[in-house]
Each structure stands twice: as C-alpha cells, then as structure tokens.
C-alpha cells in the first residue's frame, strides 16, 4: 500500500512504500510563526461583548413588544367568528351548580340544574335540587335570566350592537397572551355590563369578562361586580364559572358561584327527556 510522503519543508514528494514510512508529522510552521495555543481577552473588551449582546437582546424584545396589533375592529370581528363557531352540530347537556353564600361563607341557597342545549339556538333545562327560601328565589331568577330565548339573550351578547370596544392593551392571563378590550355599553340597561373582556391573541376567543352591571338587576342589590370565566370542555367553548359580589340592602355582602360540575354529549338521534319529578324549563325562539 502507497501513502504520500511529507518532506520536512512541507511539500509533498513522490509516493513511497509504507516500510519507509514510520511516523507521519504535521508540517512544521514557518519560522516566523508561534501555534496560538491560549487567548486572553483583556476585561474592557469583555465588557464590551457582553454589553453588545443584552442590547441585541433588548433589541429583539422591545421590537417583538411593539409588534403592530391588530385594529380593534378586527379583533372583535374575529371574536364574533369564534363565538358563532361554537354552534354545536349536536345536542349537549350539562350540570350546572348555583350557590349563594353570605359574607361568612356559608351556603344560604343552592340549585342544582340540568341543562340540554339543542342545535341551533333551543335550551332546555329541568331542577334537580333546590333549597334555601329567598336565597333560591334569588338563585332562580338568575337562571332564568340565564335561559332567556335567543332573540333577548341577544341584546346582552359581547357584539358591537350593543358594545363599544377599546383595545388597551395585551395580557397574559392563565398562561394565555389576550388582548384586554374595555367595554361600553350602548345602553343603560341591566343586562349590559361596563368592564373589560379578554380575548386569546391566536384563537380570539373570549377566556374572561369582567364589570359591573349598568344598571343594578334590582331594588336589592346595589355594587354588582361580575366575573365569568370561560373554557374549552370536550372540544366546546362555553361559559364555566360565574363570580358575582353584591352588597344586599339589610343584608350585607352575598357572594354567588355557578359553575359546571359535569358534561356529556348527547346523541343526535336522541331527545331531552325530562324527569317527571323534575322542575322543567325551556327556551325557544320566538
């Protein structure tokens, strides 16, 4: 076998037998020139490097932070897209809790309902349990509010008829980036709120509302501070958890909490059925 010889001044000669051959050498550097074999970085030069590349990291933040948003106009059109897209194609139902609890926090009233909602816009619901005597009255016009046929439950939904929007801003909020908008009403009316929505920066779907009712449901209640959270559950977005605080006159500070404690699809073929010895309710369309 034949390899390349190395001559002592670098330069390659003619092939050789591989007995000739018994050590291989780097070529040996010029005589000038010293291998560099450590590099020292005098400090300023250091601090220099370092400086330059926290401002080419501020750089890329400050410019990633001041990225054009989208026009007010455009958020809320896709946020009214993503609401009209959870139209289910099939019939659901769910439990849903309502409490009522003083200022110690304890229970005063609890319902507890069952809640079909049918394609295209047709609620049902029946009451599996109740207790608490004012207290649950309080609770049940709160669910009828809730259940109110589509053609009214339309004059309080999140739209510009019935909303002005503001951007403000962005936020996290439970690990999410939203866009915060600033809500007010076109009305004074009960059923609109003055107060702030988030909506998801890449599905714009609304996680959270917050505000206080224009004008107060009742002669009874006076400071009402609304909370509603929302969450996707087996692929639907819908309303999970509902937080208001009112102070009740004579009675101090109440606190109601609705939320869902279980869901289930029903199946198309299927019909509501309700209990007979169930309270049962419905909204239709008029």
Same mark, same amino acid.
């Given at each position: 076998?034949?390899?390349?010889?190395?001559?002592?001044?670098?330069?390659?000669?003619?092939?050789?037998?591989?007995?000739?051959?018994?050590?291989?050498?780097?070529?040996?550097?010029?005589?000038?020139?010293?291998?560099?074999?450590?590099?020292?970085?005098?400090?300023?030069?250091?601090?220099?490097?370092?400086?330059?590349?926290?401002?080419?990291?501020?750089?890329?933040?400050?410019?990633?932070?001041?990225?054009?948003?989208?026009? #007010? %106009?455009?958020?809320?059109? *896709?946020?009214?897209?993503?609401?009209? &897209?959870?139209?289910? !194609?099939? /019939?659901?139902?769910?439990?849903?809790?309502?409490?009522?609890?003083?200022?110690?926090?304890?229970?005063?009233?609890?319902?507890?309902?069952?809640?079909?909602?049918?394609?295209?816009?047709?609620?049902?619901?029946?009451?599996?349990?109740?207790?608490?005597?004012?207290?649950?009255?309080?609770?049940?016009?709160?669910?009828?509010?809730?259940?109110?046929?589509?053609?009214?439950?339309?004059?309080?939904?999140?739209?510009?008829?019935?909303?002005?929007?503001?951007?403000?801003?962005?936020?996290?909020?439970?690990?999410?980036?939203?866009?915060?908008?600033?809500?007010?009403?076109?009305?004074?009316?009960?059923?609109?709120?003055?107060?702030?929505?988030? #909506? %998801?920066?890449?599905?714009? *779907?609304?996680?959270?509302?917050?505000? &206080?009712?224009?004008? !107060?449901? /009742?002669?009874?209640?006076?400071?009402?501070?609304?909370?509603?959270?929302?969450?996707?559950?087996?692929?639907?977005?819908?309303?999970?958890?509902?937080?208001?605080?009112?102070?009740?006159?004579?009675?101090?500070?109440?606190?109601?909490?609705?939320?869902?404690?279980?869901?289930?699809?029903?199946?198309?073929?299927?019909?509501?059925?309700?209990?007979?010895?169930?309270?049962?309710?419905?909204?239709?369309?008029?």
């Amino acid at each position: 076998m034949l390899f390349p010889c190395i001559a002592s001044c670098g330069r390659r000669s003619a092939p050789c037998n591989s007995g000739d051959l018994r050590t291989l050498h780097s070529p040996p550097f010029a005589r000038n020139v010293r291998p560099i074999r450590h590099v020292f970085v005098s400090e300023p030069l250091r601090r220099k490097s370092v400086a330059c590349l926290m401002f080419v990291v501020a750089a890329l933040a400050v410019a990633q932070a001041n990225a054009p948003q989208p026009a #007010v %106009d455009i958020i809320v059109a *896709r946020m009214m897209a993503a609401i009209q &897209e959870k139209a289910r !194609s099939q /019939s659901v139902t769910l439990r849903r809790d309502y409490q009522l609890f003083d200022k110690k926090w304890e229970s005063k009233a609890q319902i507890v309902v069952r809640i079909t909602f049918e394609p295209p816009d047709r609620r049902r619901y029946d009451i599996e349990s109740s207790r608490g005597g004012v207290g649950e009255r309080i609770l049940r016009d709160i669910l009828n509010r809730e259940m109110e046929p589509p053609d009214a439950a339309s004059q309080k939904a999140f739209s510009p008829e019935n909303y002005d929007f503001q951007l403000l801003g962005e936020e996290m909020l439970d690990g999410h980036l939203c866009y915060l908008l600033a809500l007010h009403p076109r009305r004074e009316e009960k059923n609109v709120i003055r107060g702030r929505a988030w #909506v %998801d920066a890449e599905t714009y *779907r609304l996680h959270r509302v917050e505000g &206080e009712p224009v004008k !107060s449901p /009742s002669w009874w209640i006076h400071d009402l501070h609304i909370v509603m959270s929302f969450a996707e559950i087996d692929g639907i977005w819908m309303r999970t958890v509902t937080h208001a605080v009112a102070n009740v006159r004579f009675k101090g500070r109440y606190v109601m909490v609705s939320r869902n404690i279980d869901y289930a699809a029903v199946p198309a073929q299927s019909s509501f059925q309700p209990d007979r010895n169930r309270e049962p309710g419905v909204a239709l369309r008029r």
